[in-house]
């Protein structure tokens, strides 16, 4: 006959404690993952990134629009590198030094030795002409720096164009620094204040360069057009031919700089397969 073994002491716990343990571990999880995700953003989350652009205004002091081809090229970039731009619009003297300060991304900014020394740049995104503007009465034969020899040249503030211009400026010839804003540059050009400005533009002809300019003046004037009459001219030969870049400060975000010349040699090679496809259709 089998001998029942003797009562062992229990060492379960009641139902309730049990039901209250796990309620209580349930809730702490709850807790956890909530603060979780507050604490941590989402891995699908794209990085915003701010980015500074120089303003341009019209003769009533309203920001004009940034241009389409630009926010076209933004936004290939953008979805190229999961990222989002917040553009942040100044003057260019203030963009340019909040770069300098707080290491913000910058576009179109000129590449000189003397940024050279405080900024990281990418790759060429955007070529332009640096145009002399003059009055249609007051043109000057211009080839070289030498021909600017004693004038006054109106710039936009914070401009830089690296090079001899920048070592003769004020020495060779006068600078007029002003405000980015096209409408008051040429009306101090009509006033003879300078006896030309710089205007900077992705168009290769002087003639049209001259026809824009001419037509933002009536248009800022409120005049009745006047398809003889021609207030400017554009000089046939540029100051110069420069590249806008996106720049960085120093060792502050060079990984992102990489990253976009990847994507802009990436979107240019597209770009190129495609002119070569339509050449080809022709």
């Not at 090079?163 to 006033?191: H, P, T, V």
């Not at 204040?193 to 248009?219: C, F, M, Q, W």
């Amino acid at each position: 006959m089998t001998q029942a073994a003797p009562n062992q002491p229990c060492n379960c716990l009641p139902q309730r404690t049990i039901r209250w343990k796990h309620l209580w571990a349930l809730a702490c999880l709850g807790i956890a993952l909530v603060l979780f995700s507050v604490i941590s953003p989402p891995a699908y989350a794209q990085r915003k990134v701010p980015l500074l652009f120089g303003e341009n205004k019209n003769e009533k002091g309203e920001l004009i629009p940034v241009a389409d081809h630009f926010l076209k090229m933004l936004s290939a970039l953008e979805k190229d590198l999961d990222v989002q731009f917040q553009l942040q619009i100044y003057p260019w003297n203030r963009a340019v030094k909040l770069a300098s300060d707080d290491g913000r991304l910058i576009f179109g900014m000129s590449l000189t030795p003397e940024r050279e020394s405080v900024f990281s740049f990418s790759e060429p995104v955007l070529f332009q002409n640096l145009w002399l503007v003059t009055r249609a009465d007051h043109e000057f034969p211009f080839e070289t720096l030498a021909d600017l020899k004693g004038k006054v040249i109106g710039v936009v503030r914070g401009s830089r164009y690296g090079g001899e211009f920048d070592l003769q400026k004020n020495r060779l010839f006068k600078i007029d620094d002003d405000i980015d804003a096209s409408s008051a540059r040429l009306k101090k050009l009509l006033n003879q204040r300078i006896d030309a400005l710089t205007y900077a533009s992705p168009i290769g002809d002087p003639k049209e360069v001259e026809k824009l300019i001419n037509d933002i003046a009536l248009h800022e004037s409120g005049e009745a057009a006047k398809p003889t009459e021609k207030r400017f001219s554009v000089l046939p030969i540029p100051l110069l031919q420069d590249g806008l870049r996106f720049a960085v400060l120093r060792g502050k975000d060079d990984a992102l700089l990489l990253a976009i010349n990847r994507s802009l040699r990436k979107l240019q090679s597209k770009n190129t397969a495609s002119r070569s496809k339509l050449t080809r259709a022709r």
